[in-house]
């Protein structure tokens, strides 16, 4: 046995400082999480309240834009329209909301941390432990204090949904960065270009297609989230997946999965389609 | 005072590059500074005096210091001690502000993989150095066009770098860093990645510009022939120290040390060795010789003169002529056999 006057009481500390948050910063904390809300609300009233038909309008009109292929196009189309006739087109909806939103903050978070990561080697020696913990740390265990701070429902899904998602993005951001061909910096250095005009006509573009393949492997991410999400109060596909465990109903767990994977394989496809389009010069269009 | 004055340069690359400076300010070489503080010297107490319009090229193998030397210039790299100027402008005094206005201005530089940005087309690509000054769109396209057309590379402007040969890159590379009309020309290896027909071609390419331009031109290189065959002076680099620095001619006919020797040997000197170089000089009191065959220039090369010595007898003499037409020196046909089989 392990000596037990050894033992640290850290588990004691976390309660206290999560106690001390609640009680100085509640109140912020509640201001935070209302803003929050009233975007993923209107978010979610658009998408419920539009007709299926315009929903599935915009999705063949985005995958077109981003692919040009007109199969890619009929097959999300045909995709999203199965998980109409699943009956689950209200809950996949709702669940769309919740990862768009969840998605976009992890990309306007994860893509300037991406860039600090990528131009200090400090700040990413001290990172990367950081990004490891958020992937491995079983999302429970933050699910709790997200809680305690934020109550029951969609706004501590949206955080625990980014703090599992953000990771990828974050480091793919700072590895395309690092990627970029050292020739082509010097050329622009030596151009008399700044930091900031090197960052962005230079780092950036060439960084695209990497920051894209973590944009969208945030998007598959936030995916995943769902089910662990609906544990805490956030509806949506989750939600089923999570009655049909509760009642044993094998069949309503499977037709929920099976729409969590098309929009999965819907988003990814659109993800991808974005990531190509960035790799290749804009003559190959013409061509 | 030159134009560009390179005094007592030192770079030392490793964590802590001061204490290894005493070391090699002390003496100590290359080798024994590694094994004693770990420390790599890229530069040894190197200083270069560049005149305003002349091709200086630096010779010297991998692992010299040429690159790091020429990073120098704009400040790419950082020396641990020694003074740089341009036009009695001490550049290491600049901070960052000062530093991009004077790489935007002043300087250009080619790069031997070319650096071209691979996500713009040949005309942005060009335009980039404009574009950085904040030149409006409509000026440094009209800029980018000239010089496009002037490297051969009218209609390519809407290709992309990829699409291009390594021929063509370069093209563009050279045109980059001639637009924005620099002082000075850096180029780093510029031809080295070319087929040798092209890198031919290009440094044809480039004395012409530079006939016209008269930019003042700091080239790297490993190639000795293409050192001798375009630059007015040459520096010398082994193991980051200067071996020698002089006129194609005296490199040729001089060396410093056998490793300069060495390089030589295989030279082609009728390329190098010029009318001037291996003439007797006349003394103005002398009579007029009676056997001359024919008149050359003072900067004929070598290989010109071959050819007409065919047709001329064993004992004929050729005068050597400078640009006001004064004979100055004349050459014995033994003079060039001797000069050649050296």
């Known amino acids: 046995m392990f000596p037990e006057q050894l033992n640290v009481p850290l588990g004691k500390w976390v309660n206290q400082f999560v106690d001390w948050l609640v009680i100085n910063y509640g109140a912020a904390f509640e201001a935070f999480a209302d803003s929050l809300l009233t975007v993923l609300v209107a978010l979610e009233q658009v998408l419920r309240g539009a007709p299926w038909w315009v929903v599935l309008i915009t999705i063949a009109v985005i995958t077109w834009h981003a ?110 960065i690092r990627l970029v061909d050292q020739e082509v910096l010097e050329a622009s250095r030596s151009f008399g270009a700044s930091r900031k005009q090197i960052l962005f006509g230079v780092q950036l573009p060439l960084a695209l297609p990497n920051i894209m393949a973590g944009i969208n492997q945030t998007t598959m991410m936030s995916i995943s989230m769902v089910v662990i999400a609906s544990m805490i109060g956030a509806r949506g596909l989750g ?49 | 005072m030159s134009y560009i004055e390179i005094r007592n340069i030192f770079k030392i690359f490793g964590p802590d590059p001061k204490s290894a400076l005493e070391l090699a300010k002390g003496g100590a070489d290359k080798d024994e500074i590694l094994a004693k503080t770990g420390h790599t010297v890229g530069l040894h107490d190197v200083s270069l005096s560049i005149e305003q319009g002349e091709t200086f090229v630096v010779m010297g193998l991998s692992g010299s210091g040429k690159s790091t030397l020429i990073r120098h210039l704009n400040r790419l790299i950082d020396p641990t001690a020694g003074s740089i100027s341009f036009g009695g402008e001490d550049i290491l005094a600049m901070d960052i502000p000062a530093l991009n206005a004077f790489r935007r201005q002043r300087l250009g530089m080619v790069f031997q993989r070319f650096g071209l940005l691979p996500h713009r087309n040949v005309m942005d690509n060009v335009a980039y150095g404009l574009e950085i000054q904040g030149t ?98 040459i520096a010398i680099l082994k193991d980051g120290k200067l071996v020698q620095v002089g006129r194609p001619e005296e490199i040729v006919l001089k060396p410093a040390d056998d490793y300069v020797q ?19 000089p006349s003394r103005s009191e002398a009579k007029p010789l009676d056997n001359v065959s024919f008149t050359v220039d003072v900067d004929t090369r070598l290989e010109a003169i071959l050819p007409q010595l065919i047709t001329t007898g064993d004992r004929s003499i050729i005068a050597v002529i400078d640009r006001n037409e004064c004979i100055v020196g004349h050459i014995h046909r033994n003079h060039i056999l001797q000069a050649l089989s050296n």
């Not at chain 1, 432990?129 to 934020?150: E, G, H, R, W």
């Open chain 1, 239 to 287: 939600e089923q997946v999570l009655m049909g465990i509760q009642r044993l109903d094998v069949g309503a767990g499977m037709e929920a999965g099976i729409a969590i994977v098309l929009l999965a394989v819907v988003f990814d496809r659109i993800g991808q389609a974005y990531g190509k389009r960035s790799q290749r010069s804009p003559n190959a269009e013409d061509a």
């Open chain 1, 67 to 176: 692919s040009k292929n007109w199969k890619l196009v009929i097959g999300l189309v045909v995709a999203m329209f199965a998980i109409g006739m699943l009956g689950l087109w209200d809950k996949a909806m709702q669940t769309l909301a919740l990862m768009i939103v969840a998605t976009s903050l992890s990309v306007l978070i994860g893509i300037p941390v991406g860039i600090a990561m990528a131009m200090s080697n400090r700040l990413r020696a001290v990172m990367l432990p950081i990004l490891d913990t958020m992937q491995t740390m079983p999302s429970f265990v933050y699910l709790i204090p997200a809680l305690m701070l934020f109550g029951l429902g969609k706004v501590p899904a949206i955080l625990a949904t980014v703090i599992y998602a953000a990771p990828p993005v974050m480091r793919l951001t700072d590895l395309g």
């Open chain 2, 262 to 280: 060495a390089f030589t040997r295989d030279v082609n000197r009728s390329k190098v060795l010029r009318a001037q170089s291996i003439m007797t």
């Open chain 2, 136 to 233: 409006a769109r409509k000026d440094r396209e009209a800029a980018a066009s000239k010089w496009i057309a002037r490297v051969g590379l009218a209609g390519y402007e809407t290709k992309f770098p990829d699409q291009l040969s390594g021929g063509m890159q370069q093209r563009v590379g050279l045109a980059r860093a001639l637009a924005t009309d620099p002082e000075v020309l850096l180029m780093d290896e510029a031809f080295s990645a070319l087929d040798p027909l092209i890198r031919s071609d290009m440094q044809d390419e480039l004395m012409k510009l530079q006939a016209e331009l008269h930019k003042t031109i700091v080239f790297i290189t490993h190639d000795l022939d293409e050192a001798l065959k375009i630059g007015d002076r």
